[in-house]
């Protein structure tokens, strides 16, 4: 059974870059056909679908954050990670990571403060 755990600074100050990672167990990364996103929660609000990389390598991300994000993977560590840059408090979420958007992380809370 596969296992997500995210992994990063709780605490990320204004303007600063947030760096998350997940790493997968229980299932390689590379397996055709899955897909591999990053999902936040902000306190009080719905869950939104940040991007995700799929089994090849090929990654998207949503147009309202592609300018402040970047996703990538370490095939070798069997993590995939993610970097929003310039972040405000609204950035301030619960993030998780999902393989296909059936299999979820535990989740990360993230606070953007100084």
């Known amino acids: 059974q596969v296992q997500l755990q995210e992994s990063g600074p709780g605490l990320v100050k204004p303007s600063q870059t947030l760096s998350l990672t997940c790493t997968v167990s229980?299932?390689?990364?590379?397996?055709?056909?899955?897909?591999w996103s990053w999902i936040r929660q902000p306190p009080g609000k719905g869950l939104e679908w940040i991007g995700g990389?799929?089994?090849?390598?090929?990654?998207d991300t949503s147009p309202s954050l592609k300018s402040r994000t970047s996703i990538s993977r370490d095939t070798s560590k069997n993590q995939f990670t993610l970097q929003l840059s310039s972040v405000t408090p609204e950035d301030t979420a619960v993030y998780y990571c999902?393989?296909?958007?059936?299999?979820w992380g535990q989740g990360t809370q993230v606070t953007v403060s100084s």
């Open positions: 999902a393989r296909d958007q059936t299999s």
């Open positions: 229980g299932g390689s990364i590379t397996t055709n056909y899955y897909y």
């Open positions: 990389i799929d089994y090849s390598g090929i990654t």
